[in-house]
């Protein structure tokens, strides 16, 4: 394991004692914190590591594997993009082909996690083009579309990770489904998930497709408790676990929860969940915009409007009109009405 166990540690921060800026000891310990579950603890030492090898691409994507965790999205970003223009710059000073640098596609994605995460789509998309990005399939491509609104592209995406993996593509299309207001076709996409289930019951990653994409069908046909339900389950499942908080996961289900709520009308619970995403995304967009929709409905407007700024400034960089867009999505879904009733997929996992 990088960084090693926590023997290691004194051998290194005696390093440190020599050198304040040792470049091994400072990288080592900079994974034995994360890995450790201790990202603040490891900050400083991917500050020294940074300060000893600046022009390491590494350095440099080490600390945004620490922000993403930590909710600094203005570092996460800007080392990322720091990590990549130098691995850029490395491949064509010494005419290196990128599909032979193994951290190349890795550092590119984690880059592509938190621009999308910061509402700057084009630039994510720039960053799909690049010459040694060949899997276009990818996890984060398929949520740069979806989080843009472009259902064409993230539904592609889905039918060609289908063709390998039937169950990624079904839970994928699903997804593109429900934005779409397609329950027709989202109920086509969960039976493909349920029916997995009852044959190899037990998989957790399935268990929370099923339990985010089945609740919010749910919710959308005004079966609106048992949604809620199904999707708490995942919040509650997720609430501690460290790897999943890991790449800005951590508001994910919490942030599906509180906009479910809000189409019901459920102003506490979407109050519970959007409280819940800010604290465990310190960087959640939505968490705020749907707090300054919960307290603008109970006639607290000062601080309706103090969420409302920290969304702005959680977005400050956003492809224009992409706060708005948002925002106006939000707006909408609290009145929307619900549609009738169609036959559900079946029970819970």
């Known amino acids: 394991m990088f960084g090693g166990n926590v023997h290691a540690v004194p051998f290194y921060k005696a390093l440190l004692r020599i050198n304040p800026l040792h470049p091994g000891a400072n990288h080592e310990l900079v994974h034995y914190y994360e890995n450790s579950q201790q990202p603040a603890l490891g900050w400083q030492a991917s500050e020294n590591y940074i300060r000893s090898s600046p022009g390491i691409p590494h350095a440099w994507h080490m600390q945004a594997h620490l922000a993403t965790r930590l909710g600094r999205w203005d570092r996460a970003n800007a080392s990322s993009n720091r990590a990549v223009e130098l691995q850029l710059a490395y491949h064509r000073d010494l005419q290196v082909d990128p599909e032979q640098d193994h951290q190349f596609v890795h550092h590119v994605e984690v880059l592509a996690i938190s621009l999308v995460h910061d509402g700057r789509f084009r630039e994510a998309r720039q960053l799909q083009a690049l010459s040694g990005i060949k899997n276009k399939n990818a996890a984060v491509w398929f949520r740069l579309y979806l989080a843009a609104g472009e259902y064409a592209t993230a539904q592609q995406i889905a039918e060609n990770n289908r063709r390998q993996d039937k169950l990624l593509g079904a839970y994928q299309g699903a997804l593109v489904a429900l934005a779409q207001s397609d329950l027709s076709r989202a109920a086509t996409e969960i039976q493909v998930l349920e029916q997995a289930w009852r044959e190899r019951p037990g998989r957790r990653d399935l268990e929370l497709q099923l339990l985010e994409t089945r609740g919010i069908y749910l919710c959308r046909l005004g079966v609106g408790e048992a949604g809620l339900q199904l999707i708490e389950k995942a919040v509650r499942m997720t609430l501690n676990d460290y790897r999943h908080h890991a790449w800005g996961n951590g508001a994910y289900y ?63 960089k956003a492809d224009p009109g992409q706060l708005a867009r948002l925002r106006h999505h939000f707006r909408t879904i609290v009145h929307r009405p619900r549609q009738a009733a169609r036959d559900q997929p079946g029970g819970q996992p």
Do not use: P
């Open 254 to 316: 919490m942030e599906i929860w509180g906009e479910e709520a809000l189409r019901l009308g459920k102003w506490e619970i979407a109050q519970e969940a959007f409280l819940e995403a800010l604290a465990h995304d310190l960087g959640s967009v939505r968490g705020a915009l749907g707090l300054a929709l919960v307290y603008e409905h109970i006639g607290d407007n000062a601080t309706a409007a103090r969420y409302s700024e920290l969304a702005e400034r959680f977005w400050a």
